[in-house]
């Protein structure tokens, strides 16, 4: 079993009630270890306003790879 916890996170508003949630996320495993990683997450606003999410991706936190993966966002 795995449990995760939320390090860190920002939101990025767009549309009516939709975000980006951008996290640094700790995997924490069973035998002790843990693993870091970032997570970039699509998500709207419920009326309530509790958190949906919709689609999810996860970035190792290799330095090169985030560089690589911000140039292209620009670049695209």
Known sequence: MVDFETVDF???PFGRNNFIEIARKKAILENGG???FISISRGYFQADDTKRYKN???VPLDEDIRKQISEQLMNI
Do not use: D, L, M
């Open 10 to 12: 920002k939101n990025i």
């Open 56 to 58: 999810s991706v996860t």
């Open 34 to 36: 843990a693993n870091e």
